[in-house]
């Protein structure tokens, strides 16, 4: 098995974001991702472009966006030109929407609003217009094919992954009832339009830590850990939890501030709030690659054996330069033992 992994690349300043970006390749990244967050982030798509002529191999794309803050008709221009920056090696990263929708005060798109925004990108990208809100646009034609990976949590948008997408970032864990319980419901989407579940990319969304103990790991990913239980508890996915962490994790989404999501910093922030309710134990364990690095290559190497073989890793920090080269030391390119 060839295991792949991504990362997340904070939108931070120039120079940041291009010391990342090739230290991600340099590590053996196979692909590198930006959160489209406009209320707390810089801009995703000036991001992208630096880490596009930054890099040579890795693919690129927002990771995520979402059909409430941008038209259809600037996603299609705004994905097409990276790809053709990139030399082809764009994706398109889409959800419902998460904190920048909330941090505006909006709602996340319902699940059909989503399938006909991509399509209408799509379109655009094929033919040069498409209708939107009943609304025809002329536009470009762009003669892309663009790969769409599509954000999941529960049952119904991971079944329309896998009818509409060529690859889904599952957010329910990493466990083996987590993976069994994604490519379940991929695998329902895929048959019910004709498709085979092996034409989707299965990606798990996984928090990565190296450090000198466990402990240590876990802490500096507590911020990480309470996005995933936030997620976690506001889906059909929480009926996989054990009965003693869903009213935890319920109080956990009822208190989430989307002010500091990812932010680990404070003691008013999300993962001091996961931390008092006892579950960082808990959501390290279904969600988190953290730990020593032999301890980080063991959980990979159990993960390998349920047939998981890549990662979508979420890192909050902003220069992962130094981070990302011992991750590819260590992990991707480990030691060969004595």
Do not use: C
Request: no cysteine.
């Amino acid at each position: 098995m060839t295991t792949r992994y991504s990362i997340s690349l904070v939108a931070a300043e120039p120079q940041t974001t291009i010391d990342s970006a090739r230290a991600a390749e340099a590590a053996g990244f196979d692909l590198v991702y930006t959160a489209d967050i406009q209320s707390t982030h810089r801009e995703v798509y000036t991001h992208l472009t630096l880490t596009a002529t930054a890099t040579d191999r890795v693919a690129i794309g927002p990771g995520v966006t979402n059909p409430v803050t941008r038209h259809p008709a600037v996603t299609a221009g705004a994905i097409a030109s990276l790809d053709e920056i990139s030399g082809g090696r764009a994706f398109l990263g889409l959800g419902t929407g998460d904190s920048a929708v909330r941090n505006l005060g909006l709602k996340e798109a319902t699940m059909s609003r989503t399938a006909e925004y991509l399509a209408a990108v799509r379109s655009y990208h094929e033919t040069g217009s498409a209708v939107w809100d009943g609304i025809e646009g002329a536009g470009r034609r762009w003669d892309r094919r663009i790969p769409v990976i599509y954000s999941a949590h529960g049952p119904r948008n991971l079944r329309q992954a896998g009818r509409i997408a060529d690859g889904v970032v599952a957010g329910v864990g990493i466990t083996p009832e987590a993976v069994d319980y994604v490519r379940e419901h991929v695998a329902a989407g895929a048959a019910e339009v004709g498709r085979e579940p092996s034409e989707i990319d299965l990606w798990f969304m996984a928090y990565p830590s190296l450090a000198d103990t466990t402990g240590e790991a876990r802490t500096s990913v507590a911020a990480a850990l309470a996005a995933g239980g936030n997620l976690l508890a506001r889906g059909p996915a929480l009926a996989t939890v054990p009965d003693r962490f869903q009213g935890p994790l319920r109080e956990l989404a009822a208190n989430y501030t989307y002010t500091q999501h990812m932010n680990n910093e404070g003691h008013e922030s999300n993962g001091a709030l996961a931390t008092r309710l006892g579950l960082i134990d808990y959501l390290a364990d279904r969600f988190s690659l953290a730990g020593t690095p032999t301890e980080v290559r063991a959980q990979i190497a159990g993960h390998e054996k349920q047939g998981v073989d890549r990662f979508w890793l979420i890192d909050g920090r902003p220069g992962l330069a130094p981070f990302l080269a011992t991750w590819g030391a260590e992990i991707v390119r480990p030691p060969s033992a004595p």
